[in-house]
């Protein structure tokens, strides 16, 4: 199996978590000798609020609970030193949480050819607002507060759906739409029939 690069792109609440954690295992079966490079974004700035010893460490529990955007350069150094700890060009690397701005794809084009990816896949979970809205008000996480989940879906509505025609254009880049809307199961059948994995070992 060659090294794949994925990125997962979709509203909060579309699964985007769930359906890399299914993937990593069916990479992990098929790969077994590979390293699975997993860069969820998300989960990262929770654990750092979790931690709520520094200055920067509360203020992003702060701003996690309104639901804004986080300033680039947090989210370009978390993924950024993720990067170097583990990536090279060997490895796969399945991604969630950037880049959320056509910015934060362009600085990503400078690690992608720092670490020789150049082929890309994106997997966008087109999955609509009401759908995504009733699920995260009823998975109860502390952020998910009525006036976060808002403005989550507006700057992913504004910020992050141009990402999307980003990568339509992009050289060596697939970008599959997804029905997101599918079941969890069904949701992981499509992204392994879109990027060619063959689920029988």
């Known amino acids: 199996m060659e090294p794949i690069t994925v990125i997962f792109i979709g509203p909060q609440g579309s699964g985007k978590g769930t359906q890399i954690d299914r993937l990593y295992k069916v990479i992990a079966e098929k790969d077994p000798t590979r390293r699975i490079v997993d860069i969820q974004t998300g989960r990262r700035f929770r654990a750092l ?7 920067a ?5 702060q701003t996690l609970n309104t639901g804004v955007l986080q300033p680039d350069f947090l989210t370009h150094i978390l993924w ?7 990536l090279d ?4 690397l399945l991604i969630d949480g950037f880049p959320r701005t056509v910015t934060q794809a362009l600085v990503l084009e400078d690690a992608f050819q720092f670490f020789e990816r150049e082929r890309l896949h994106v997997v966008n979970l087109d999955t609509p607002e009401e759908v995504v809205r009733k699920r995260m008000q009823g998975r109860a996480r502390k952020d998910d507060t009525e006036e976060s989940i808002e403005a989550r879906l507006s700057w992913y509505s504004n910020d992050t759906l141009p990402v999307l025609d980003y ?3 992009r050289p060596d ?3 599959h ?5 599918d079941t969890i199961e ?16």
């Open 89 to 92: 060009p060997k490895s796969h």
């Open 167 to 169: 990568y339509r254009v």
């Open 49 to 55: 609020a979790a931690k709520h010893e520094t200055f």
């Open 177 to 181: 739409d997804l029905v997101g809307t």
């Open 173 to 175: 880049t697939k970008v």
């Open 80 to 86: 950024g030193q993720a990067m170097l700890d583990q």
């Open 186 to 201: 069904g949701v992981h059948q499509q992204i392994l029939r879109a990027l060619g994995i063959n689920r029988q070992l």
């Open 57 to 61: 460490e509360r203020k992003i529990e």
